[in-house]
Antibody, heavy 118, light 108 residues
Framework: QVQLQQWGAGLLKPSETLSLTCAVYGGSFSNYYWSWIRQPPGKGLQWVAEISHSGTTRYNPSLKSRVTISVDTSKNQFSLKLSSLTAADTAVYYC????????????WGQGTMVTVSS | SYVLTQPPSVSVAPGKTARITCAGNNIGIKSVHWYQQKPGQAPVLVIY???DRPSGIPERFSGSNSGNTATLTISRVEAGDEADYYCQVCDTSSDHVVFGGGTKLTVL
């Protein structure tokens, strides 16, 4: 059974950089794409970024200038960095397994609450 | 960019049928996926590729997609179905993933 376990700092200051990592346990790492999705408090889901095992990336255009997604196939892990944080970046960040275009996110991590506050 | 529109809320009595819509321009030619999210939990995929159910999802959950509207149908609604539901597509024209705004299903 595939499980995604994520971790990272939960409280950051404006202008700092968010850093989150997601580890994939069980199942194939190379046959899927891997994504980050966020959800501001009380609001809906927003797709952030996607990466393949070979490092091919896609980014949400509204965040592209501040986002970097990377993969470490030796550890079956992928990571997210989001720079120049503001309060608007406060959200629960989820990692998820993506089936690839035009598919769905079929397995999700537990979520990490990230708060940006001075 | 591509926009998906869902009603903010839908209410239904137990045992009845709930229908949650997801509107988008010519959405019928896209593949639509649906997620259920209960408070404090991660979303769970309940319907993918318009009408397929992942393993473990009850047959009460079904989906359809045609024209400008996709629909998630929940038959014989139970109290445990109360949750937020989100639709999702991949927009190839803009090369990114789009979620609907979500619908809160209330079981009366």
């Amino acid at each position: 059974q595939v499980q995604l376990q994520q971790w990272g700092a939960g409280l950051l200051k404006p202008s700092e950089t968010l850093s989150l990592t997601c580890a994939v346990y069980g199942g194939s790492f190379s046959n899927y794409y891997w994504s980050w999705i966020r959800q501001p408090p009380g609001k809906g889901l927003q797709w952030v970024a996607e990466i393949s095992h070979s490092g091919t990336t896609r980014y949400n255009p509204s965040l592209k200038s501040r986002v970097t997604i990377s993969v470490d196939t030796s550890k079956n892990q992928f990571s997210l960095k989001l720079s120049s944080l503001t309060a608007a970046d406060t959200a629960v960040y989820y990692c998820a397994r993506f089936q690839g275009y035009p598919g769905a996110f079929d397995i999700w991590g537990q979520g990490t609450m990230v708060t940006v506050s001075s | 960019s591509y926009v998906l529109t869902q009603p903010p809320s839908v209410s239904v009595a137990p045992g009845k049928t709930a229908r949650i819509t997801c509107a988008g321009n010519n959405i019928g030619i896209k593949s639509v996926h649906w997620y259920q999210q209960k408070p404090g939990q991660a979303p769970v995929l309940v319907i993918y590729y318009d009408g397929d159910r992942p393993s473990g999802i009850p047959e009460r959950f079904s989906g359809s997609n045609s024209g400008n509207t996709a629909t998630l149908t929940i038959s014989r609604v139970e109290a445990g179905d109360e949750a937020d539901y989100y639709c999702q597509v991949c927009d190839t024209s803009s090369d990114h993933v789009v979620f609907g705004g979500g619908t809160k299903l209330t079981v009366l």
